[in-house]
């Protein structure tokens, strides 16, 4: 065997020592690309359902919003129909009322004032006769 026989054969022996260190770590990066297929696989099997799960949640709750719209709508309608009663009472009621309370005040305001007046009298001729009594 000549020199370059040998040093291929060792060249040979050290390549196939290279390809058998490298083929470890690729076997072991085969098993994770599977394990990671699998994985994927299991995760979308299980969105589907989850999916659809919220596909049905979001159907209710539109039906909910919908229901919650004629409600607002109704309540609307109420207050417009309160608004008007309310003027309606106002504009029948609130006339008369002033009317009744202004007179109440005027009829108190004439009593108090003959009360005042008749009080005035009342004292001056308390006074006269005081004055009367005190000169004779």
Known sequence: M?????????????????VLLLAIP???LGRVLDETTLA???????????LEDAHGTLGSVNGQLVQV?????NV????????AMTAVVSSTLGGPM????????????????????DAVKDAR???RAS?????G
């Open 98 to 117: 002033i009317k009744a309370a202004a007179f109440s005040y005027g009829v108190r305001k004439t009593v108090q004032g003959r009360r005042d007046a």
């Open 26 to 28: 690729l076997m072991k």
């Open 2 to 18: 000549s020199g370059g026989a040998i040093a291929a054969l060792i060249a040979a022996g050290a390549f196939v020592l290279l």
């Open 131 to 135: 004055r009367r009594g005190s000169k």
């Open 40 to 50: 994927i696989r299991k995760t979308h099997d299980g969105v589907a359902p989850l």
């Open 69 to 73: 719209e004629e409600i607002a709508k």
């Open 125 to 127: 001729r308390r006074h």
């Open 76 to 83: 609307n309608s109420m207050t417009s129909n309160a608004a």
